[in-house]
Every structure is written in C-alpha cells, then in structure tokens.
C-alpha cells in the first residue's frame, strides 16, 4: 500500500539550531517526493520536490531534503532554524499522473524556543 | 509562481443552507483539481478529483450528493456544501495540478456552520 510516515508528531527546535524533520514512504515506483509547509489557517507551501536527478534537493527558506532510495526516506533539514520556521510540515508522495492525488503524511508540528 | 486562490478565506453559514467554495487557478490551466478537508492538527483527507469537462471521482466515504463538485473549465473547480450541518466545519483545500508533480494549493476555506 502505498503512505507515507512522518515518524515525529512534534519537535521543538531551539532558535539557531539544525533541525531534521522525518519521512519515510511506501510506494510502487520511485515517486515524486514533496516537502510543504502550512502556517495556522493557511493553504499549503512548497518547501521543495524531488523527481530524479540529485539526491540532495535544495529549496525556499534555507531548506533541503535528501532523498535515500535505500532507505525509502526523504528527510527535511535546516542548518539554522529561525523563530518563523514554526509552522506545520508535511511530507507527500505522488507519481504526478493526471487524476492522482499525492498522499501525505500526518505532518509534524516544528515549535521553535528562544 | 502559479498561483491558486481559493475563495472565500472563511465563511460562517446557518444550518441547512448551501455554501460555494471557488477554486481558480489564476496563471495556469488545470485539467485536474483535488479538494481536500482537513480538520485540526491533522492532514488533508482527499476528498475528490475533480477532472475539467467530466464528473469528479470521489473518494471513498464523501457523500457526493452533499459535496457537489463542478470543474467547468480548465480555471474553475467548486465545491458545494449542501444542506450543511455543524459536523460539516472545518479547513476545506483546494489545489490545482499543473502539470506531473506541480500541484498548486490555495489558502483554504474556514467552513463553520451554526
């Protein structure tokens, strides 16, 4: 079946730190894989997406994601986390055909502390 | 960027009345749409597919007579809350793909049903 685990409901990461941010998934095929970013009472933001090519994708806000085919992971990371990084993160699959839709993870909610 | 608006941001209704939710792709053509619900502390739930031209395919357990989705052109999909009841508030998604792996969220709509 295909999902996707985000292993960690929540973490609090001190202002300045790294941060990682888990996601492993099950899927048939090697997926598109995608990181987004929702703030309370917003729509969704795209961090970053992997197709192919490079393992290590970069993307908006500092972020970056290396995707391990061996370990079906596809981990957000952050070297410096800042007090707006605060928000919901969610991980999503999908193979980008017309008419299906990416599968997410439950999201994991980043607390920043000063 | 594509961009997605989605309208309104929030609606308040009365029990037994009928609220539209708009979904517009605004730089780009969407043959393909996804509406998804999400209530608190928790991910998006697809709740169907909705295909420019053609019925949208629902998925499993979303009453299709209660959620009326059109998509009748490649900018436009909505969603209908028929007859709505309190259990119907909640965080309604909207997003447009626009092409493999590009899909475009909206800001959302706040639904609360008094």
């Known amino acids: 079946a295909q999902s996707v685990t985000q292993p960690d409901i929540h973490i609090t990461v001190s202002e300045g730190a790294s941060l990682e941010l888990r996601c492993n998934y099950s899927?048939?095929?090697?997926?598109?894989l995608f990181w987004y970013v929702q703030s309370p009472g917003q729509g969704l933001q795209l961090l970053l997406k992997?197709?192919?090519?490079?393992?290590l994708v970069q993307g908006i806000k500092g972020f970056e994601a290396e995707f391990k085919r061996s370990q079906s992971s596809f981990n957000l990371r952050k070297p410096s986390v800042h007090w707006s990084d605060a928000a919901e993160y969610f991980c999503a699959v999908g193979a980008g055909q017309a008419g299906t839709a990416l599968i997410f993870g439950k999201g994991t909610t980043l607390s920043v502390s000063s | 960027g594509a961009v997605v608006s989605q309208h309104p941001s929030w609606v308040i209704c009365k029990s037994g009345t009928s609220v539209k939710i708009e979904c517009r792709s605004l730089?780009?053509?969407?043959?393909?749409m996804f509406w998804y619900r999400q209530f608190p502390k928790q991910s998006l739930m697809l709740m169907a597919t909705?295909?420019?031209?053609?019925?949208?395919?629902?998925e499993q357990g979303v009453e299709k007579d209660k959620f009326l989705i059109n998509h009748a052109s490649l900018t436009l999909s909505t969603l209908t809350v028929t007859s709505a009841h309190p259990e119907d508030s909640s965080f309604y998604i909207c997003s447009a793909r626009g092409g493999p792996g590009n899909d475009f969220f909206g800001q959302g709509t706040r639904l609360t049903v008094v």
């Open positions: 909705s295909n420019e031209g053609s019925k949208a395919t629902y």
């Open positions: 730089d780009f053509q969407a043959t393909t």
């Open positions: 899927y048939g095929a090697t997926p598109y």
């Open positions: 992997y197709f192919s090519g490079d393992t």
